[in-house]
């Protein structure tokens, strides 16, 4: 008995479940687009205000529509399967609304604010009705760099070190320590301000500085980079490093020759995360470093100005210009966490891209 | 022919131990580093309260958390954070019941709804509104947003002003707790959605076949199903979102009326309210020393607060996951 | 074949997961009241077919299928049919035990009533015929109201059993009931397998040969040789399939030259 064993080719037809009747295609499309064209229609016609009316016209009208498709379509059982489709899109598409909302606003405030002058000048001849052709973030820009700059320079080593110990070694404190490392990343951000404002230029040991600024903003750092790096050791599978331990290498040798490479993009991952989570601070900065015009590059002496801090610092003018250089600030801080955004995306992507080799 | 004893041997102790020096300065380092997060909190504790102490010392405990009033003359000066305190969590609170619907829809959207590259993209758009910076939600809020919710507001007192809630005789609907705790909402949605992603996706899919194969269509397995089975770790979650929320600072700041001698309890289209840590940004620039330490004090206060917070949420996203192996 | 009318019976199922294609024109049929087995190899297919036979296979991305699924007659795979609605005749157990870990005993065991809407059936008798016929009243009776996964892996696996049983389907199927189990929780099954049967037809997928010839009336014996789709070597009665099976294969199977 010859029996035909090869395989054969999917024919196109082979999803018999999607194959929905035109009618219930018709309905399915009709309830998406019948009660929106109508409540446009309505609201144009009549001028209605359009967050009630979209709740009082439209949100009645489109379950409705949705409930009777549903019904006709899966019986008594599809009316709440319906509801749950509008209530899902519709909820979920606020949150969509506010996100545009936000960018978009950002984008076009900001824009007309921007230019080549606006990003390296600094503020020193801008009184609050000077125009925007004078004055711009420069100073600001560079004081983000630097104060941000040197929180990393301290955090960095401190949390990678945190994350060795918790991955690496058998101490005993380990659990203790990630209770800590949890209770600090929900210390308010004004807290950790207050913090160093009282140990350091309370007591007088210096007065507003740039560094106190980057030592405020560590707490805040240190457990976003430590928990993000403890998870890319883990990750490291236990047989590469038990393979360097079964051939003799020491911890360390294991831990710089197998680890730490095999972790390397999410470990990078780690820092820029880190980086993106206090870029954006304003309240311990107000609290330790003041606001300064001029371009100071010092961190240890004088006043300097960073972006949340400008940003701040001009919507408490209240001018309508001032407002103009804080949509300015906006944009250039949102073009900086942009950066570290796609940066991140990178790294873990590379990450995932080595372990498909 | 040797007897086999019954006698089992001492245990051994363990223990990992540095076989070299470079081992040795390794673990050493590690150590260290770890050692100073303990510092770390502790110094940051103890010089809070230090500076603190003189204020709780003056005017007690419960007078200053829970009484109203800031006054900071020389002579007589009175502080309490009662109206700040419970402005904090009103705030908060509001910001939750706005978000947590959005946040819940849009991650029930994404893992279980929209066809994967749908569900991609939506989740790098939740990411990214919360990469954005709070300083510049909070110049959104002020510029963009306040016409808006202060026009919602005014509708909400228009229809239902009969309620106390919505009571307004201001006759002005900006700088309310109601467009505060919208612009908190908008910070907290990605943080719930986040974490109820996370959760929805760890549900063990066998539960989920079982469902569908007795019979459960999308919603009843959602309701049935999903939800409770979640429904631990989105409540760890929304009290995370809680502490952020009660911590925010500068955008609230931008946005509210704050108002020291009474309390607003309820009339949230009402320009009145407080928050804690918007009272620390706004006196601090000219706090006499007295005053310093007061605000020194609230700190302490929200803190206290928000440890409290976010031990609970770690402790019920634990305990309402039991199967959890 | 006989011409006795099948009240489930599938007719030239073929199989793809994307662009590969898994089972070829499996042609089954399952008679009432009777228990079949299916064996064969891991990896052949035997528990994507079954997944065929009450619209489960289509959850999984990428699948395809073509060919006819009759229940009573009807292709369930017609246009316009609710799979939600085949489910209901046709219930499922799964390999690894997989009560509901938010309810208790009792609430696992209408947890199916709840889901598929059909609340007015719900009484404690029904709960307590259930888990009779999944062979644990007597164990459970007094423990109703505990958390489901107090019990232990066999009785976890007759919970699920009692859960299906309470939707009173017409056909049940079983994929490996048992592998996740231990000899006596097996045993048990296999005796209220033996019950069940008197109610309505059970299609089993076992990996153990003893298993389907303790339990089973037919047996399947599918296939995937190299490299091609999956296919029903052989089909009949259990003694004959083990005992005097007409395709070498099946023979070499049966007496363990490959596993």
């Keep these: ?357 | 022919m040797s007897e086999l004893t019954e006698v089992v041997p001492p245990k051994r102790k363990l223990k990992v131990k540095a076989s070299s020096t470079p081992d040795r300065i390794f673990y050493g380092i590690a150590t260290a580093a770890a050692y100073s997060t303990i510092i770390l909190v502790i110094a940051i504790m103890f010089f809070l309260s230090l500076r603190a102490w003189p204020t709780f010392e003056k005017f007690g405990f419960v007078n200053f958390i829970f009484g109203s009033g800031w006054d900071n003359t020389l002579e007589s000066p009175s502080f309490a954070i009662g109206p700040m305190l419970y402005g904090s969590f009103l705030i908060a609170a509001l910001g939750v019941i706005l978000a947590v619907p959005m946040a819940i829809s849009i991650a029930y959207f994404i893992e279980f709804m929209a066809p994967k590259p749908l569900a991609k993209t939506t989740a790098l758009l939740v990411d990214l509104l919360a990469a954005i910076p709070s300083v510049v939600i909070g110049l959104w809020g002020l510029s963009i947003f306040s016409p808006v919710g202060a026009h919602w507001g005014e509708m909400l007192h228009d229809a239902f002003g009969f309620l106390p809630m919505f009571e307004n005789d201001a006759d002005n609907f900006l700088r309310t707790p109601f467009i505060a705790g919208f612009i908190v909402a908008v910070m907290i949605v990605p943080i719930i959605a986040s974490i109820t992603r996370e959760i929805f996706s760890q549900i063990d899919q066998d539960l989920i076949k079982a469902s569908l194969a007795l019979g459960g269509n999308r919603e009843s397995t959602f309701r049935k199903v999903i939800l409770p089975t979640a429904a631990g770790g989105i409540v760890g979650g929304v009290l995370l979102a809680l502490g952020r929320a009660l911590g925010e600072t500068v955008a609230i700041f931008f946005v509210l009326n704050l108002v020291f001698d009474e309390v607003n309890w309820f009339r949230i289209v009402l320009p009145e309210g407080g928050a804690i840590a918007s009272l620390i940004l706004s006196k601090f620039a000219e706090a006499t020393a007295d005053e310093v330490s007061a605000l020194l004090a609230a700190g302490v206060v929200l803190f206290a607060f928000t440890l409290l917070i976010n031990s609970i949420a770690s402790f019920i996203v634990v305990k309402a996951q039991p199967w959890r192996k | 074949m006989s011409t006795a009318k099948f009240y489930l019976e599938s007719k030239d199922i073929n199989v793809w997961f994307g662009e590969r294609h898994v089972l070829k024109n499996v042609s089954l049929q399952f008679p009432a009241n009777e228990v079949t087995a299916l064996i064969g190899p891991s990896g052949c297919g035997k528990s994507t077919f079954i997944r065929t036979l009450n619209r489960m296979h289509e959850l999984i991305p990428g699948a395809g299928l073509s060919g006819s699924v009759y229940l009573d007659g009807n292709d369930i795979y017609d246009q316009e049919v609710d799979p939600t609605t085949v489910r209901l005749r046709v219930g499922m157990v799964f390999q690894k035990p997989n009560p509901f870990p938010t309810m208790s005993i009792k609430e696992n065991v209408i947890s199916g009533l709840k889901l598929s809407g059909r609340k007015a059936e719900i009484s404690d008798d029904l709960v307590e015929s259930s888990l009779q016929r999944a062979s644990m009243w007597t164990e459970v009776k007094d423990r109703l109201g505990e958390p489901a996964l107090s019990l232990s892996g066999g009785q976890q696996q007759r919970l699920c059993i009692a859960r299906s049983l309470a939707m009173n389907p017409e056909v049940l199927l079983m994929d490996e009931p048992c592998s996740a189990l231990d000899p006596g929780s097996t045993r048990r099954i296999e005796e209220t397998i033996l019950e069940l049967k008197e109610s309505m037809s059970i299609v089993i997928v076992t990996h153990n040969m003893q298993q389907a010839q303790r339990v089973a009336d037919k047996t399947a014996f599918f296939l995937a040789e190299d490299g091609n789709p999956g296919r029903v070597v052989e089909f009949g009665d259990t003694e004959d399939v083990f005992n005097k099976p007409v395709d070498p294969r099946t023979n070499d199977y049966v007496n363990g030259h490959f596993g």
Excluded: C
Excluded at chain 1, 173 to 197: E, H, K, W
Excluded at chain 1, 256 to 272: C, D, F, I
Excluded at chain 1, 315 to 324: C, P, R
């Design chain 1, 1 to 357: 008995m010859a029996v035909d064993l090869t395989p054969v080719e999917r024919p196109k037809s082979a999803a018999p479940w999607t194959k929905i009747s035109a009618q219930s295609k018709t309905l399915m499309f009709l309830a998406s687009t019948v009660p929106a064209v109508i409540y446009l229609a309505l609201l144009v016609v009549n001028n209605f205000d359009f967050m009630s009316s979209l709740l009082v016209v439209f949100l009645p009208m489109q379950t409705v529509a949705s409930a009777l498709v549903g019904l006709k379509i899966y019986g008594r059982r599809g009316i709440l399967d319906g509801l749950l489709v509008v209530a899902t899109l519709f909820l979920g598409s606020f949150v969509f609304v506010l996100l545009v909302s936000v960018l978009w606003s950002v984008v076009q405030a900001g824009f007309a604010t921007l230019s080549p002058q606006f990003i390296y000048q600094n503020d020193v001849y801008v009184t609050p009705t000077t125009g925007l052709e004078i004055g711009g973030v420069g100073h600001a820009i560079l004081g983000t760099l630097l104060v941000v700059g040197l929180s990393t320079i301290i955090t960095v080593p401190l949390a990678l070190a945190t994350a060795v110990y918790l991955t690496e070694t058998r101490g005993k404190s380990r659990g203790l320590i990630r209770t800590l490392l949890q209770a600090m990343s929900g210390l308010p951000s004004v807290v950790t301000g207050l913090f160093i404002y009282s140990m350091l230029i309370l007591s007088g040991f210096t007065s507003y500085a740039g560094w106190t600024g980057s030592l405020a903003l560590i707490p805040l750092m240190l457990p976003t980079v430590s928990r993000v790096a403890e998870e890319a050791l883990r990750l490291v599978p236990a047989e590469l490093r038990n393979g360097a331990l079964g051939l003799g290498a020491s911890a360390w040798s294991a831990f710089s020759m197998v680890t730490l490479p095999a972790a390397k993009s999410g470990l990078v991952t780690a820092v820029l995360l880190g980086v993106a989570r206090i870029i954006g601070e304003t309240a311990p900065l107000l609290l330790t470093t003041s606001l300064a015009n001029k371009t100071n590059l010092n961190l240890v002496e004088g006043g300097i100005s960073t972006l949340p801090t400008y940003l701040y610092g001009y919507v408490s003018l209240g001018y309508d210009t001032s407002i103009q250089r804080a949509w300015g600030a906006a944009l250039v801080l949102l073009m900086l966490v942009g950066i570290l955004f796609v940066a991140a995306r990178v790294a873990s992507s590379t990450k995932s891209a080595k372990k498909r080799k």
